[in-house]
């Protein structure tokens, strides 16, 4: 693939997943309640979710990422509702940082898990490579296996440092709450941050 296209799609690329929305909220709030490696899974669940709508617009699918809407809509909701949980889950959370850490009894991939729902119930992720992405990369043509490659690269090395900069700033700024009464409300911020990012993903068709 030439370098103007592969260069047009990093730029457009870094744009829509810089913009604030759902999942930045999502990763935000979970490095916010538990640290760097507990807002992890969550990236790693959301590149997922992107690589999957990058196969379906690549190849041509998105008649049948169409098709499977309803399954689309199943799935969209059941992330919400996770979010939600997680949401109440901080709210409720005593102060202590043992608190605000991530429960010994659960297991990274629910934090995955709720990554990819929000991403396949996410329209943003939708818009992006189902109608934006033909007008920047030529998929009219067939993709070259290369050309594929180069394509799935620029979005895991992008979607990552981007997600884990989000991560690492928030956890960050956790470490500068000591006080039981500051950690409260670091919980609360994190709970309506991952509340707002379920409602945002039940309210946008």
Same mark, same amino acid.
């Given at each position: 693939?030439d370098?103007?296209?592969?260069?047009?799609?990093? #730029? &457009?690329?870094?744009?829509?997943?810089?913009?604030?929305?759902?999942?930045?909220?999502?990763?935000?709030?979970?490095?916010?309640?538990?640290?760097?490696?507990?807002?992890?899974?969550?990236?790693?669940?959301?590149?997922?979710?992107?690589?999957? @709508?990058?196969?379906?617009?690549?190849?041509?699918? &998105?008649? #049948? &990422?169409?098709? =499977?809407?309803?399954?689309?809509?199943?799935?969209?909701?059941?992330?919400? /509702?996770? !979010? !939600?949980?997680?949401?109440?889950?901080?709210?409720?959370?005593?102060p202590?940082?043992?608190?605000?850490?991530?429960?010994? $009894? $659960?297991?990274?991939?629910?934090?995955?898990?709720?990554g990819?729902?929000?991403?396949?119930?996410?329209?943003?992720t939708?818009?992006? @490579?189902?109608?934006?992405?033909?007008?920047?990369?030529?998929l009219?043509?067939?993709?070259?296996a !290369?050309?594929?490659? $180069?394509?799935?690269? #620029?979005?895991?090395?992008? %979607?990552?440092? #981007?997600?884990?900069?989000?991560?690492?700033?928030?956890? /960050?700024?956790?470490?500068? =709450?000591?006080?039981?009464?500051a %950690?409260?409300? !670091?919980?609360?911020?994190?709970? %309506?941050?991952?509340?707002?990012?379920?409602? =945002?993903?039940?309210?946008? $068709?």
């Amino acid at each position: 693939m030439d370098l103007v296209t592969l260069v047009a799609f990093t #730029i &457009a690329y870094a744009i829509a997943v810089l913009v604030p929305g759902p999942g930045v909220a999502a990763v935000v709030a979970r490095a916010l309640g538990g640290g760097f490696w507990g807002a992890v899974p969550m990236v790693i669940g959301i590149l997922a979710g992107d690589l999957v @709508y990058l196969v379906f617009a690549v190849f041509g699918l &998105a008649a #049948i &990422a169409a098709w =499977f809407g309803p399954v689309f809509v199943i799935v969209r909701w059941a992330g919400a /509702a996770y !979010l !939600l949980y997680v949401a109440w889950k901080f709210w409720t959370a005593k102060p202590g940082t043992e608190q605000v850490s991530p429960k010994a $009894e $659960e297991h990274w991939s629910k934090t995955f898990l709720a990554g990819l729902a929000l991403t396949l119930g996410n329209p943003k992720t939708i818009v992006f @490579y189902l109608a934006l992405l033909p007008t920047v990369v030529p998929l009219d043509r067939p993709m070259t296996a !290369l050309g594929f490659t $180069e394509l799935l690269l #620029i979005v895991v090395v992008v %979607l990552l440092v #981007i997600g884990f900069g989000y991560a690492a700033l928030a956890a /960050a700024a956790r470490e500068f =709450f000591r006080s039981q009464k500051a %950690l409260r409300r !670091l919980n609360r911020a994190a709970g %309506l941050m991952m509340a707002s990012a379920a409602a =945002f993903v039940v309210a946008r $068709e």
